[in-house]
């Protein structure tokens, strides 16, 4: 076995403190020496100007960065043992989910937030689903792999590679990995609703865990007797709550071809008629127009966009474009409605995404009220030293006029 590179990463004064205070992410304007970093995996020792270690982490490239801080403490050998030991945490804080009998579905580890940047675990029905976002993390899949075995009885394991795959460790294409093989459609449970989950087909496996208290509170306490449209719909999971908190009816827009079939699977395996429900393949800015000139009106209007899509006639960024896309959405909810917007996007905070919802209305003349906000939900755990990790915002505005 080769040996792992061990490299000292000096910071410059101005970061020192940042990173005493357990700061994680490793980026490059911190330090004086960020070109030393080759090779992915290696162990980075952060270190102050008199060599003094501050923490130590690993090298791999990301969108976020160049790697992750895993541990304050110089003794900590990054291996099995370290592995078993913050994954232990992780599903220790999870108890709650994996005693539930309603909930299936949810995330055990999720990154930085439970101390392992790089990586995130999720469960689905007693299989687990790895998810390696850079080529560092991915090198030390054996003893990762080996940690969690040791420690959860399980089904089976899937992966997914989030990083460029020309890299030199892909040594298997699959999204298996091991035990047995998943049903296809796994189904799991939310809340006490079904999802139909395929664990190897592609980059999503059918439902983002990160909205279950947005598609719970639209169940219990917005869908009873409304008209729900569901922008950027995907599967329809949005749609599927609010059908089964007595939604008159509801409308799902989705560009991509195959969301047709997803989100009448996602009906079925809960029993709910996808012949009465609405559902769209086109561009949600054409449907706008059409909606507007229909005269449509829904009475809850969820707004899901990706935080960049690039269509054929459109591109969509949602720092720049959300405003717009708000006003659009207001236009077709009925008084009193409720618009639900979300966005994932990290390059904004919550405060922002509030000022374009004032922009929006203001700009349309119309008034409105925040009735709740949301972030991640409990299982999405955030590090307190690293709160841009928590992406998610979900507003629910009620139009009043
Ligand atoms: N709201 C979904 C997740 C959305 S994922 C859920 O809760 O599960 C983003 C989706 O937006 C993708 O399915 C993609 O096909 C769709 N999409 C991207 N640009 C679009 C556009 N211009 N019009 C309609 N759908 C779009």
Redesign the pocket.
């Known amino acids: 076995m080769q040996t792992r590179k061990e490299i000292n990463l000096t910071l410059t004064p101005a970061f020192v403190k940042q990173y005493v205070n357990g700061y994680p992410l490793i980026f490059p304007e911190a330090f004086t020496d960020i070109s030393k970093l080759k090779e992915e995996g290696s162990i980075v020792n952060l270190v102050d100007q008199n060599k003094h270690f501050i923490a130590k982490g690993y090298y791999g490239r990301q969108n976020k960065g160049y790697g992750w801080v895993l541990s304050a403490k110089k003794e900590d050998k990054i291996d099995v043992h370290f592995f078993k030991k913050v994954i232990k945490d992780a599903i220790d804080h999870r108890k709650m989910f994996f005693d539930s009998q309603e909930t299936t579905a949810f995330r055990v580890l999720n990154g930085e937030g439970d101390g392992m940047g790089g990586l995130t675990i999720d469960y689905f029905d007693g299989y687990y689903l790895l998810t390696w976002y850079s080529i560092g993390i991915y090198t030390f899949k054996k003893a990762i792999l080996e940690a969690l075995q040791s420690l959860v009885e399980y089904k089976g394991i899937y992966q997914k590679k989030r990083f460029d795959t020309k890299g030199q460790y892909l040594d298997d294409t699959d999204d298996f990995v091991c035990g047995e093989k998943a049903p296809e459609p796994l189904i799991v449970k939310e809340n006490g609703v079904n999802f139909a989950i395929y664990l190897d087909d592609g980059a999503m496996v059918g439902?983002?865990l990160d909205?279950k208290d947005v598609r719970r509170t639209i169940r219990d306490k917005y869908a009873k007797g409304k008209t729900v449209l569901?922008?950027?719909?995907?599967?329809g999971?949005?749609s599927v709550f609010a059908a089964l908190g007595g939604a008159k009816k509801t409308t799902s827009?989705?560009?991509?071809n195959r969301?047709r079939a997803k989100t009448e699977e996602q009906f079925a395996v809960n029993n709910i008629d996808p012949e009465l429900q609405d559902i769209i393949v086109?561009?949600?800015?054409n449907y706008f127009k059409y909606a507007v000139r229909k005269k449509l009106s829904f009475d809850l209007v969820?707004l899901?966009?990706?935080s960049f899509?690039r269509?054929k006639k459109?591109t969509?960024s949602a720092a720049k474009d959300y405003t717009k896309l708000l006003k659009e959405a207001i236009q077709i909810t009925s008084k009193n409605g409720i618009i639900v917007a979300s966005t994932n996007a990290a390059n904004f905070d919550m405060k922002r995404f509030k000022s374009f919802i004032e922009k929006a209305f203001k700009e349309l003349g119309g008034k409105y009220r925040i009735e709740e906000t949301f972030s991640l939900p409990e299982d999405f755990k955030v590090s307190e030293k690293f709160k841009e990790g928590d992406y998610l915002k979900v507003v629910f505005i009620r139009k009043i006029n």
Do not use: K
């Not at 569901?230 to 599967?235: D, E, G, L, V």
């Not at 827009?253 to 991509?256: I, S, T």
């Open positions: 439902v983002f909205q569901n922008t950027f719909s995907y599967t999971a949005f827009v989705d560009l991509a969301s086109e561009d949600v800015f969820v899901d966009p990706p899509a269509s459109h969509f």
